[in-house]
């Protein structure tokens, strides 16, 4: 069965970064375009950013741009998201998620595979 798993949140201070980590189980996902989204308590889940299968293009949402980082690594099926500079409305449960076409697409709805989430706490 496929697979994502996300690793590496945590809670941390305001100004203080994480580096979260999705692995995919299987080596067709490193053809696949991938995703990051949040959703924290009360809220509807949101985009955060997402990279081509080659890792050239990538997609963020304004809230985090220039903050976060998506990159990939196809020979270890791994992508990630860098998070800097966090701030208490960064908390959340991060999630993510595979695609096949329309890549970098900011809609939760076109992604085909979602991992569990990892919770990401930033305190004041």
């Known amino acids: 069965q496929v697979q994502l798993v996300e690793s590496g949140g945590g809670l941390v201070q305001a100004g203080g970064s994480l580096r979260l980590s999705c692995a995919a189980s299987?080596?067709?996902?490193?053809?696949?375009?991938k995703g990051w989204f949040r959703q924290a308590p009360g809220k509807e889940r949101e985009f955060v950013a997402a990279?081509?299968?080659?890792?050239?293009?990538?997609n963020y949402a304004d809230s985090v741009k220039g903050r976060f980082t998506i990159s990939r690594d196809n020979a270890k099926n791994m992508v990630y998201l860098q998070m800097n500079s966090l701030k208490p409305e960064d908390t959340a449960v991060y999630y993510c998620?595979?695609?096949?076409?329309?890549?970098?697409?900011?809609?939760?709805?076109?992604?085909?595979?979602w991992g569990q989430g990892t919770q990401v706490t930033v305190s004041s």
């Open positions: 998620a595979a695609l096949y076409s329309d890549c970098l697409s900011p809609q939760s709805s076109q992604y085909d595979y």
């Open positions: 299987e080596r067709a996902f490193s053809t696949y375009c």
């Open positions: 990279i081509s299968w080659s890792g050239i293009s990538t």
